[in-house]
C-alpha cells in the first residue's frame, strides 16, 4: 500500500457526480492523479496501459461536463477504459483488471451502468451511439435513461469501414450525437493507409493548434470570446478549412483538431458542444499514447498491452520462456519459406506484431501487407492476390476473422481461390476473456466445402502445417494454433509436407481410443498415464485435419475400440460433429460404439488464466481421465460401491 501514489483529490471521487463541484484547476489535479493511479494499477496487474495513459484528461472533462450513465460514454474498443471504470465506482477493484473473477480488461454492461455498451472489437463505437440516440428519440426505454450518446474512436478504429457506415448513416440521420475522434498517430502498430495520411496533414508539428486556430466548423460553437478569436485568426482559419471537408460531407459538423491532454481546451469545448450542438458533431483530439509515463512513451507501441511492471523503470517482469511461442514459430517458418518462394505474401490486420508477420516483414517488406483494422477487405484482398498468382497467408485472430467471414465464404471457398488462413489465438485466450477467445473458427470454417482445416498439436506439427499450407494450391486451407508457449519438443531443421485428410496414431491401446485435434494432445497425454495406472492404456490419436477427415483412420478406430472420445478448442458443431456426422453416415454407431465429444461449453468463459478457462470447459487432463472412467462405466460403479 506505501508504494501506491498519494491522490488526495481523486480519493473524493466515487463516482462522475462527485467531479460536478470542482473547479477547472482541480480537475487537472484529478488527471494528474488519475494518471498515477491507473500507471500504479496496471503495474500490479498487467494489461492495456498506453491507451488509457493517452486519454486520461478526455476521460475526466468527458464525466465532469456528461451526466453518465444517462449520457451514453461509448469507448470504441475499449482497451482505454481503465481511468474510466476507476471514476465510475470501480476503483476498489482496478486492480482485478484481467483476473479471475475481477474487472474485465474492457467495457461491460454486466460489470456497472456506466459501460452502456460493451466492446472489445473496433470501429462499432458511432453505430453504437447512433443506435441510443434514435432509440432516446424514439422514446425507448432504458433503466439509466435517455440523454446524449458520445463514441471516443481511435484514429485506428477510423480504418475500419463500419466507421465510415455509420458515419453516413448518422448524417443522414441528422440525430444529435458526438464523435469524439480520439487521433494519437499510434493505434497497435502504426495506423496504415491514406486516412492515416489525411489526419496527419491536419496538423504539422507541436505545439498543438489552439483553440483560436479552430477550423471554420467550429466557430458557431464556440463561446463567445474564443468565438472572436477564432474570426480573428482569418488566415489560420483558410488552411484548417480542409480539416472537417471529409467528415462534413458525410453529414458531421466538424470541430478540431484540439489538444486533447490540455483541460483548458477540452473544458470549454466540451461544454460548448453540449450546450449548444444540434445535429451529429465530430470533435478533433490530439493525444499521445501513453501520455505521462516516459517508459511507455518510449516504446514502440506506447506501452498498449504490458505485463506486470516495475512502476520506476517501466521493466516488465515476464516469465521465462521455456519454449518457443506458436506464433513465434509461425512467423520464423514463414519467413524461411519465403526466401526460397517469392509467391508467399502475408496480410494481416493491424496486427503484425501478434501475429508474428514482423518477422517476415523486417525482411520482405514488400510482400508482408498490413491493411489496418479491416478484416474483410484483407480476406478480400488475400483472394485477389491468389487469383493473381501469388502464395497469400492471411494471418489473423481467429476472433477478429469472424468479422470478415463473408469474404471468406463468398470471395474465397466459393470460388476455390487458394488462400492460407493463418488462425493466431485458437481456444481460450487468458485475460482477453470471452471477447478474444478463438472458440467457433473450426466449425465457421469447416463447414465451408472445399476448406482445408489443419490444428497444430505442438510447434513441431505447426511448422509442419505452415509448409503444407504454402505447398496447397487446390483451394483454400487453414490452419490454427492458440497464444502461448509450444509444449517443448524437439523442432526439425525441416518442415514436412504433411498429407491432406491424415492424422496420425500416437499411442496404440485397446478399449478406448481419444481423438485429438489440436493442443489438448498434452492433456490427453497426461490423461492417459493417469489412466494407465488403473490398468487402462487408451490409443491416442491426433487428428490433424477436420477437413477432409481421415475416414479410415477414424473408422478403424471405431471398429477397434468400445469407447471413441473427441477432443478439441472449439465450439459445438466442429471437428467432433463431422466425426459424430461420419460415424452415423457409416452406421458405426449401429454396432454399439460409445461415442462422446469433448467441447467447449455453450457459454462465454470469463477471463483467468488458460489453464483455469480450460478447467471452467473441463478439457483439462483430469476431465479427459473423468470422461474415459465415465464412459466406461467405471467411474459409475466406483460411486456405487
Known amino acids: 500500500m506505501t508504494d501506491r501514489p498519494a491522490t488526495p483529490l481523486l480519493d473524493r471521487v466515487h463516482t462522475p457526480a462527485d467531479l460536478k463541484g470542482l473547479s477547472d484547476a482541480e480537475l487537472v489535479r484529478v488527471a494528474n492523479e488519475l494518471r498515477a493511479e491507473t500507471i500504479s494499477a496496471v503495474s500490479e496487474t498487467g494489461g492495456h496501459l498506453g491507451a488509457g495513459l493517452g486519454v486520461v484528461e478526455l476521460t475526466v ?17 475499449s482497451h482505454q477504459s481503465y481511468p474510466h471504470k476507476i471514476l465510475t465506482g470501480r476503483r476498489d477493484r482496478i486492480r482485478t483488471i484481467r483476473q479471475k473473477d475481477g474487472l474485465s480488461g474492457f467495457t461491460k454492461r454486466s460489470e456497472s451502468p456506466f459501460d452502456p455498451f460493451g466492446a472489445a472489437h473496433s470501429s462499432t463505437s458511432i453505430s453504437a451511439a447512433l443506435g441510443f440516440a434514435v432509440a432516446r428519440d424514439l422514446g425507448g426505454a432504458s433503466d439509466t435513461g435517455h440523454g446524449d450518446a458520445i463514441a471516443i474512436i481511435g484514429d485506428g478504429s477510423m480504418s475500419a469501414g463500419m466507421a465510415y457506415e455509420a458515419m453516413n448513416n448518422a448524417g443522414h440521420l441528422k440525430k444529435r450525437m458526438i464523435v469524439i475522434l480520439n487521433d494519437n498517430e499510434m493505434s497497435i502498430a502504426p495506423p496504415t493507409g491514406a486516412l492515416s495520411s489525411y489526419l496527419s496533414g491536419l496538423y504539422t508539428q507541436q505545439p498543438f493548434h489552439t483553440l ?47 489538444d486533447g491532454h490540455d483541460m483548458d481546451q477540452l473544458l470549454p469545448v466540451l461544454r460548448a458542444i ?13 493525444t499521445k499514447k501513453g501520455k505521462g509515463y516516459a517508459p511507455a512513451e518510449a516504446r514502440s507501441d506506447k506501452g498498449h498491452a504490458t505485463a506486470k511492471f516495475d512502476v520506476l523503470t517501466g521493466t516488465q517482469k515476464k516469465a521465462p520462456s521455456n519454449a518457443p511461442s506458436y506464433t513465434k514459430v509461425f512467423g520464423e517458418t514463414l519467413t524461411d519459406l519465403a526466401a526460397v518462394d517469392s509467391r508467399i505474401c502475408a496480410v494481416t490486420a493491424a496486427m503484425p506484431d501478434g501475429t508474428g508477420l514482423n518477422l517476415m516483414a523486417e525482411r520482405y517488406p514488400s510482400r508482408v501487407f498490413d491493411v489496418g483494422i479491416a478484416e474483410q477487405h484483407g480476406v478480400t484482398f488475400a483472394a485477389a492476390l491468389a487469383a493473381g498468382g501469388m502464395r497469400p497467408f492471411c494471418a489473423m485472430y481467429s476472433t477478429f ?69 504454402a505447398a496447397y494450391d487446390d483451394g483454400p486451407i487453414a490452419f490454427r494454433y492458440p497464444r502461448g508457449e509450444g509444449e517443448g519438443v524437439d523442432m526439425p531443421d525441416q518442415p514436412e509436407i504433411l498429407e491432406i485428410g491424415k492424422g496420425r496414431i500416437v499411442q496404440e491401446g485397446k478399449q478406448v481410443a481419444i481423438l485429438s485435434f489440436g493442443t489438448r494432445l498434452g492433456e490427453v497425454r497426461k490423461a492417459s498415464e493417469a489412466l494407465r495406472a488403473k490398468g487402462i492404456t487408451p490409443t491416442i490419436a491426433d487428428a490433424r485435419f477436420a477437413k477432409p477427415l481421415d475416414r479410415d483412420m477414424i473408422l478403424q478406430l471405431a471398429a477397434n475400440h468400445d469407447v471413441l472420445i473427441t477432443i478439441e478448442e472449439g465450439a459445438v458443431g466442429g471437428f467432433g460433429s463431422h466425426v459424430a456426422q461420419l460415424l452415423s453416415d457409416e452406421g458405426a454407431f449401429d454396432t454399439g460404439l460409445k461415442f462422446r465429444s469433448m467441447v467447449l461449453p455453450d457459454t462465454f468463459i470469463d477471463q483467468s488464466s488458460p489453464a483455469d478457462m480450460y478447467a471452467t470447459a473441463g478439457l483439462n487432463a483430469a476431465d479427459i481421465e473423468a470422461k474415459v472412467l465415465d464412459t466406461l462405466g467405471i467411474a459409475t460403479l466406483d460411486k456405487r460401491a
Open 212 to 258: 483560436k486556430d479552430a477550423a471554420k466548423g467550429a466557430v458557431s460553437f464556440l463561446p463567445e470570446p474564443f468565438r472572436e478569436g477564432a474570426k480573428r485568426a482569418k488566415d489560420m482559419l483558410k488552411g484548417m478549412a480542409m480539416g472537417g471537408t471529409m467528415f462534413e460531407a458525410l453529414g458531421f459538423s466538424y470541430i478540431g483538431p484540439i
Open 274 to 286: 453540449k450546450d449548444r450542438a444540434h445535429g451529429p458533431i465530430l470533435l478533433h483530439v490530439l
Open 401 to 469: 476473422l469472424q468479422r470478415g467471414y463473408d469474404q471468406v465464404v463468398h470471395d474465397v471457398a466459393i470460388q476455390r481461390l487458394p488462400v492460407r488462413f493463418a488462425i493466431d489465438r485458437a481456444g481460450l485466450v487468458g485475460a482477453d476473456g470471452a471477447t478474444h477467445a478463438g472458440s467457433f473458427d473450426i466449425a465457421y470454417m469447416a463447414n465451408l466445402p472445399g476448406m482445408v482445416v489443419m490444428a497444430a498439436a505442438d510447434e513441431a506439427e505447426l511448422k509442419h502445417m505452415v509448409a503444407t499450407a
Open 61 to 77: 472533462a468527458l464525466h465532469a461536463i456528461f451526466d453518465a450513465p444517462r449520457d451514453k460514454i461509448i469507448w470504441d474498443v
